[in-house]
Nanobody, 123 residues
Framework: VQLQASGGGLVQAGGSLRLSCAVS????????MAWFRQAPGKEREFVAT????????YYADFVEDRFTIFRDSIKNTVYLQMNRLKPEDTSVYYC?????????????????WGQGTLVTVSS
């Protein structure tokens, strides 16, 4: 299984970006698709997750209705639409997939990871 993330870049505070993550390989066992992020000097943290089949979503508190995770099951792609970006959203964003029904916010539950895409929000 391979994940290819894209869509990061430099944006001003208040702006928007859409991240994409294309999943290839054996996708039939995917349960959750998620985004995590890691800022310099900080631990990786959960951002959002979506159930691949049912579409149920869950977000970290700091998202505050600014981000939306959605997927295209036919294309096996998960997206993260980020609006009203803040400087504190600056991080490397990683997509990940899990074959487990539990631990949807826990990085340890995710089996495969993309390479990360850098999002920089200027003030």
């Amino acid at each position: 299984v391979q994940l290819q993330a894209s869509g990061g870049g430099l944006v001003q505070a208040g702006g928007s970006l859409r991240l994409s993550c294309a999943v290839s390989g054996r996708t039939s066992t995917i349960f959750h698709m998620a985004w995590f992020r890691q800022a310099p000097g900080k631990e990786r943290e959960f951002v959002a997750t979506i159930n691949r089949n049912e579409g149920a979503t869950y977000y970290a508190d700091f998202v505050e209705d600014r981000f939306t995770i959605f997927r295209d099951s036919i294309k096996n792609t998960v997206y993260l639409q980020m609006n009203r970006l803040k400087p504190e959203d600056t991080s490397v964003y990683y997509c990940a997939i899990s074959g487990r029904p539990w631990g949807r916010t826990n990085a340890a539950a995710y089996d495969y990871w993309g390479q990360g895409t850098l999002v920089t929000v200027s003030s």
